[in-house]
């Protein structure tokens, strides 16, 4: 099977989870409400959160299995973020993914109700799926990273800026780190929990998720800018910030740090490939 | 001490929790944000929820220290749920406590960050105190009830209501045990997980939040009909379904039901006299 086949199939083993979980658990409650979550979710996103989480566990020993609620968890947490975030007080966005963004199909009450719905599905979700000290220690990285210190702050920092227009580097770092970083270094960290890794290793998937949360947010910023380049101009990001130059620089010196992290652990075949997938 | 001192001594033994909490943890966000936070959980509330946590708990011979963070993130989830009503796609309420509503004093976006935040912030709370299979029992019924299949749908169902117009009693009875009474029982639950009780008991405590919730939820509607009855002859509740007279029959049913639960148990002192202070 070569790697986009592979990728396709972790993409299918996270959507029918997720899709599996949400009509046994849901399939009693208001119809729209139902509708509305899953519309949420299951909107063909690339799973890159989901999936680390899984790989990283499995890299490092652990279960798929026991991984793959985490997992899930998370991209529900990325679904709900979205759809608040596409919100007419906040990002004001009418599409996502090519489709109606949640409120312009279900509503802005829907909208706001079914990213609390999500937000809170990924808490019951993961409750059911705590057993020991290694998965609560799982939820605990989770929630962290996905509350007032870390994605919350995010968007609250970046709406500051876009009202006021002042932003500087260190400020955007700050914003990505939070916004984007916390939650992808949360599934890294999670798959290695639930693997009940060392200090050591936990230490390199903390540098790994680091190195990996830049490069990723550089390359978006890249494909943002070759996408819409009179928007993207006025918002700030690497590559306005730095040049196409110095920002390409970043990108190669991240990605190449992430990938020597991943070089010295045995069984990280797919996830070196996406990594060639993602940046080469 | 007479019942109302020790009643005053309990909130302000939850609110300092609170507040010492969300400074310690939150101290270092976007200044707004924390104190958004700070401003939208910390308002007056009455604290039933917390209390009932917390005594229950310590009458069933639990640890009131170690059901005090689950206290606290129930009111958590509580002052989300009403930051998220409050919302001009929602409810749109302009005040809350005799209060400026969160979104009218720090901005709409700011108002669904925040009760975002604050949702998060329980589980966050949460997932630092989980230990063991009660406090992650605790957790699970947390969690259900505050999401789709409890809080969110009867909001779901609140809203199609004052859209339709269309409500009967069981529809009513519906709305009010999840909008209401999920979090209510939770609480109840929470704490007599703490305590780490047997089925017999655990029982007991649903049976006891079944009729508490129900008696609370009467009650309420009937002062909501003495604030303000020209709107409150519009929107469904038990008063204005049944008929004054009935809804009375129906408060003291459920009240006596539930303080009879009471009297089986010893160290409920406390829980008797807040009874005898709701609804004699």
């Known amino acids: 099977m070569n790697f986009k086949e592979a990728y396709s199939k972790k993409i299918e083993l996270i959507d029918n989870y997720i899709t599996i979980h949400l ?36 890299m490092l020993g652990g279960s798929v299995a026991r991984a793959l609620p985490f997992a899930a968890a998370i991209e529900m947490i990325h679904a709900y973020s979205l759809v608040h975030d596409d ?18 199909k279900y509503g802005e009450a829907m909208g706001i109700l079914c990213g609390d719905a999500l937000l809170n599905a990924a808490y019951e979700l993961i409750s059911e799926s705590c057993e020991d000290a290694s998965t609560v220690e799982a939820l605990f990285c989770i929630a962290s990273a996905a ?12 709406l500051n800026v876009a009202a006021t227009n002042e932003c500087d580097l260190k400020l955007l770092t700050k914003l990505i780190e939070l916004k984007t970083m916390a939650l992808i270094r949360a599934s890294i960290l999670t798959g290695a929990c639930i693997a009940n890794c060392d200090e050591k290793i936990m230490g390199d998937m903390n540098e790994f998720a680091y190195h ?29 910030f730095l040049g196409a130059s110095k920002a390409k620089e970043m990108l190669e010196t991240h990605a190449s740090s992430s990938a020597n992290i991943l070089k010295k652990y045995e069984n990280s075949e797919f996830l070196s490939q996406l990594h060639s997938f993602l940046f080469d």
Chains 1, 2 share one sequence.
Not at 25 to 40: D, F, N, R
Not at 147 to 158: E, L, P, R, S, Y
């Open 23 to 58: 009509d046994s658990k849901y399939g009693e409650v208001s119809p729209e409400l139902a509708e509305a979550m899953k519309y949420s979710v299951l909107n063909g996103g690339k799973r890159l959160r989901s999936i680390l989480c899984i790989e990283i566990c499995q």
């Open 87 to 104: 919100l007419p007080a906040m990002d004001n966005s009418d599409m996502r993914r090519g489709m109606p963004s949640c409120h312009k």
């Open 147 to 158: 509350g007032a210190q870390g994605m919350i702050d995010g968007q609250v920092i970046d």
């Open 212 to 240: 990996l949360g830049l490069a990723f947010q550089v390359r978006d910023d890249f494909e943002d800018i070759d996408e819409d380049s009179a928007e993207c101009g006025d918002s700030p990001n690497f590559v306005n």
